[in-house]
T-cell receptor, first 114, second 114 residues
Framework: GNSVTQMEGPVTLSEEAFLTINCTYTATGYPSLFWYVQYPGEGLQLLLKATKADDKGSNKGFEATYRKETTSFHLEKGSVQVSDSAVYFCALRGLGGSNYKLTFGKGTLLTVNP | NAGVTQTPKFRILKIGQSMTLQCAQDMNHNYMYWYRQDPGMGLKLIYYSVGAGITDKGEVPNGYNVSRSTTEDFPLRLELAAPSQTSVYFC?????????????FGDGTRLSIL
């Protein structure tokens, strides 16, 4: 079945530091890949997505590239802010019979200090 | 611009009590989902629905029931609350099951069973 593995946290950075959160996946075919963000006390919000190999999703300074050869979708940001502190989830949505379902990684807690 | 609305936001139950978690969406989405989020475990799908009158089990359905009498509403019922059901519950919706369509999440219901 489908699975998502993302780097374990927590990750603590200083403001303006570079961020990478690793995400790799196992799935058949070409799933769509997503990053969701969860701010304290809130639900999940879609941050960015990519639907085919070599696509780059981007939003709010965050980027992730769909790498089919390495089955990866790492999240990056060049300069983090305190307001980026949140839990980040990598997820995939498969094809065919399982395409109703999002498969999530366990989440990575990011704390950015001023 | 309500999106997905969940009530209540917090609830404490005694073992053996029952309750219904409410979920409503105003986006005319066909697909609705219930997830539970346990610390460090990501999100697990409990039940989902592809339209009014149609529901199906997800990964962890035991101890829960759902109904979908209208497109807008998708309540989740706990009949005999158990400590293992202490969790944060998220409702989500999407227009369809095409793999590149994201799911939209509510803010969650934090449930404690004592």
């Amino acid at each position: 079945g489908n699975s998502v593995t993302q780097m374990e946290g927590p990750v603590t950075l200083s403001e303006e530091a570079f961020l990478t959160i690793n995400c790799t996946y196992t799935a058949t075919g070409y799933p769509s890949l997503f990053w969701y963000v969860q701010y304290p006390g809130e639900g999940l919000q879609l941050l960015l997505k990519a639907t085919k190999a070599d696509d780059k999703g981007s939003n709010k300074g965050f980027e992730a590239t769909y790498r089919k050869e390495t089955t990866s979708f790492h999240l990056e940001k060049g300069s983090v802010q305190v307001s980026d502190s949140a839990v980040y989830f990598c997820a995939l949505r498969g094809l065919g019979g399982s395409n109703y379902k999002l498969t999530f990684g366990k989440g990575t807690l990011l704390t950015v200090n001023p | 611009n309500a999106g997905v609305t969940q009530t209540p936001k917090f609830r404490i139950l005694k073992i053996g009590q029952s309750m219904t978690l409410q979920c409503a969406q105003d986006m005319n989405h066909n697909y609705m989902y219930w997830y539970r989020q346990d610390p460090g475990m990501g999100l697990k799908l409990i039940y989902y629905s592809v339209g009014a009158g149609i529901t199906d089990k997800g990964e962890v359905p035991n101890g829960y029931n759902v109904s979908r009498s209208t497109t807008e509403d998708f309540p989740l019922r706990l009949e005999l609350a158990a400590p293992s059901q202490t969790s944060v519950y998220f409702c989500a919706s999407s227009f369809d099951a095409i793999s590149n369509q994201p799911q939209h999440f509510g803010d969650g219901t934090r449930l404690s069973i004592l």
